[in-house]
């Protein structure tokens, strides 16, 4: 038994050394092959060939198999540049998202393209009378502003230091009376409580619609889920939605300013799970000025 269990035991420690080997091995191998399709990718974009350069960047991003802001910076700005708008606003918002680890540089040139992009589909909007989504109400912009990281973390130092003041003020008795300590409790309990209340919210809203982005150039909105259902309006590719539904291949979603309709699932990139990936899409060229590349791409 001794030698058989030991003939075993070898046999389990040589297939482990293999399996790490090929891990080790296929790392590096998995490396290059994003490099060499981010490469080709950033040729293809100088050269103006959009569409080769959409095909290397997607490529990279299949095989890096999670979001990266590099990634999606490049894929945002070529497909700016083939006029798909809802996909370039997807990307460029993927590549600001913290999740993909953004630097800062990456960052601000994402919001620049943004910008540039939100131009264009807003000219799209007025050319085919398309909804791009009217003004978001006062609320709808302060649950955006409440979902970022930082306000959570003030909302649990606020009330972290109103304890350690009150806790403070119990035990040393030069503080028991007058002072700011009350002010300083009350205030930092009322920011504990108003930022942490804000940032629930956001998140719960988050939870209960996630936002998305529609894809393409426009976007056909049923009033039911169904193709033949009667259309409820033209969307412009790039607004942002809150998906609220989800029917047989269809997705309920809300743009700002109460405007609901059904569209088809495809249509629609999620933004609270970037593991989702969307279709590849085309689009014509877009004869706007041109948005400016990514670190990959010239």
Same mark, same amino acid.
């Given at each position: *038994?001794?030698?058989?269990?030991?003939?075993?035991?070898? *046999?389990?420690?040589?297939?482990?050394?293999?399996?790490?080997?090929?891990? *080790?091995?296929?790392?590096?191998?998995?490396?290059? @092959?994003?490099? +060499?399709?981010?490469?080709?990718?950033?040729?293809?974009? !100088?050269?103006?060939?959009?569409? +080769?350069?959409?095909?290397?960047?997607?490529?990279?991003?299949?095989?890096?198999?999670?979001?990266?802001?590099?990634?999606?910076?490049?894929?945002?700005?070529?497909? @700016?540049?083939?006029?798909?708008?809802?996909?370039?606003?997807?990307?460029?918002? %993927?590549?600001? /998202?913290?999740?993909?680890?953004?630097?800062?540089?990456?960052?601000?040139?994402?919001?620049?393209?943004?910008?540039?992009?939100?131009?264009?589909?807003?000219? %799209? @909007?007025?050319?085919?009378?398309?909804?791009?989504?009217?003004? !978001?109400?006062?609320?709808?912009?302060?649950? /955006?502003?409440?979902?970022?990281?930082?306000?959570?973390?003030?909302?649990?130092?606020?009330?972290?230091?109103?304890? %350690? %003041?009150?806790?403070?003020?119990?035990?040393?008795?030069?503080?028991?009376?007058?002072?700011?300590?009350?002010? =300083?409790?009350?205030?930092?309990?009322?920011?504990?409580?108003?930022?942490?209340?804000?940032?629930? &919210?956001?998140?719960?809203?988050?939870?209960?619609?996630?936002?998305?982005?529609?894809?393409?150039?426009?976007?056909?909105?049923?009033?039911?889920?169904?193709?033949?259902?009667?259309?409820?309006?033209?969307?412009?590719?790039?607004?942002?939605?809150? =998906?609220? +539904? #989800?029917?047989?291949?269809?997705?309920?979603?809300? &743009?700002?300013?109460?405007?609901?309709?059904?569209?088809?699932?495809?249509?629609?990139?999620?933004?609270?799970?970037?593991?989702?990936?969307? +279709?590849?899409?085309?689009?014509?060229?877009?004869?706007?000025?041109?948005? #400016?590349?990514?670190?990959?791409?010239?």
């Amino acid at each position: *038994m001794g030698g058989r269990t030991g003939r075993w035991l070898r *046999m389990w420690c040589l297939a482990a050394l293999v399996a790490a080997i090929v891990v *080790m091995w296929a790392r590096p191998a998995a490396a290059d @092959a994003v490099d +060499d399709a981010m490469a080709r990718g950033a040729a293809a974009y !100088a050269e103006g060939r959009y569409e +080769d350069a959409r095909e290397a960047f997607e490529e990279a991003a299949s095989l890096l198999g999670e979001p990266n802001a590099i990634v999606a910076y490049n894929l945002g700005t070529t497909y @700016a540049q083939l006029g798909d708008l809802g996909r370039a606003t997807y990307y460029l918002t %993927v590549a600001t /998202d913290p999740r993909t680890h953004p630097t800062p540089e990456i960052a601000e040139r994402a919001r620049a393209n943004l910008n540039e992009v939100r131009r264009r589909a807003e000219l %799209v @909007a007025a050319a085919e009378k398309a909804q791009l989504g009217r003004q !978001a109400s006062w609320w709808a912009l302060l649950l /955006d502003a409440a979902r970022a990281p930082w306000v959570g973390w003030a909302a649990l130092v606020s009330g972290f230091f109103a304890l %350690v %003041v009150w806790f403070v003020r119990r035990k040393i008795a030069r503080l028991a009376r007058g002072g700011l300590g009350p002010a =300083i409790i009350v205030v930092a309990s009322v920011l504990y409580v108003v930022l942490g209340a804000l940032h629930g &919210l956001a998140l719960r809203a988050d939870a209960t619609a996630p936002r998305g982005v529609l894809l393409g150039r426009t976007v056909t909105v049923y009033e039911r889920p169904s193709r033949h259902a009667p259309e409820a309006f033209q969307a412009v590719g790039g607004a942002e939605v809150r =998906i609220e +539904d #989800r029917v047989s291949g269809f997705v309920r979603v809300r &743009l700002p300013g109460n405007l609901v309709g059904w569209v088809p699932a495809s249509q629609v990139g999620r933004l609270d799970d970037l593991s989702v990936s969307v +279709d590849a899409g085309g689009g014509g060229r877009s004869a706007s000025r041109t948005v #400016r590349a990514g670190s990959a791409a010239p």
